[in-house]
T-cell receptor, first 117, second 112 residues
Framework: KAGVTQTPRYLIKTRGQQVTLSCSPI?????VSWYQQTPGQGLQFLFE???????NKGNFPGRFSGRQFSNSRSEMNVSTLELGDSALYLC????????????????FGPGTRLTVT | AQTVTQSQPEMSVQEAETVTLSCTYD???????LFWYKQPPSRQMILVIR??????QNATENRFSVNFQKAAKSFSLKISDSQLGDTAMYFC?????????FGQGTRLTINP
């Protein structure tokens, strides 16, 4: 099976612009989670989508949004970019999505490196 | 809120040595899974090992094994016969409220 793919791999944007990142999960996986990774904050959970519905959301401002399509592919959008949004954005897919027990393993994509200037 | 703590920001060992990375976590669940992920310099996060909390036996995957102490909520990763390719960031993860909670990571360097 093909792994999780993310596009683009690198992106440079200017403050105030918006950006859309894409994630294609492993075939058959219905859950996609998004994380922001920075040297200072580590891995921060953004949101999770399961069967086209957002099931969980992290503590990020409303400028961060996402969606999931019927084929499980997911996009995340960041509007009005700020310098602090510079980060590696990771997407992870799993078969059935996160639950309280962590029953399903998450498989990560290579990430999109976003630089905001 | 669930927390995962990795107390060693950086570690460095010589090739072929054994190294142990520490992790403590907090969960209110009685039955759950714990994970160690590896992120090499290429940035692809890879699952190293998974432990089921209700199993007494510690998980093992080749040179990687865990020391799981449920009562202490401790979940350390042992790498035996370390290799240069083990150089990476290692993250411990525990389930939160319908999400995985990650520790801050340990940067492990294997020196030749």
């Amino acid at each position: 099976k093909a792994g999780v793919t993310q596009t683009p791999r690198y992106l440079i944007k200017t403050r105030g612009q918006q950006v859309t990142l894409s994630c294609s999960p492993i075939s058959g996986h219905r859950s996609v989670s998004w994380y922001q990774q920075t040297p200072g904050q580590g891995l921060q959970f953004l949101f999770e989508y399961f069967s086209e519905t957002q099931r969980n959301k992290g503590n990020f401002p409303g400028r961060f949004s996402g969606r999931q399509f019927s084929n499980s592919r997911s996009e995340m959008n960041v509007s009005t970019l700020e310098l602090g949004d510079s980060a590696l954005y990771l997407c992870a897919s799993s078969l059935e999505g996160a639950d309280r027990r962590g029953s399903y393993e998450q498989y990560f994509g290579p990430g999109t490196r976003l630089t905001v200037t | 809120a669930q927390t995962v703590t990795q107390s060693q920001p950086e570690m460095s060992v010589q090739e072929a040595e054994t190294v142990t990375l520490s992790c403590t976590y907090d969960t209110s669940e009685s039955n759950y899974y714990l994970f160690w992920y590896k992120q090499p310099p290429s940035r692809q996060m890879i699952l190293v090992i998974r432990q089921e909390a209700y199993k007494q036996q510690n998980a093992t995957e080749n040179r990687f094994s865990v020391n799981f102490q449920k009562a202490a909520k401790s979940f350390s990763l042992k790498i035996s016969d370390s290799q240069l390719g083990d150089t990476a960031m290692y993250f411990c993860a525990s389930p939160g409220a319908q999400k995985l909670v990650f520790g801050q990571g340990t940067r492990l360097t294997i020196n030749p």
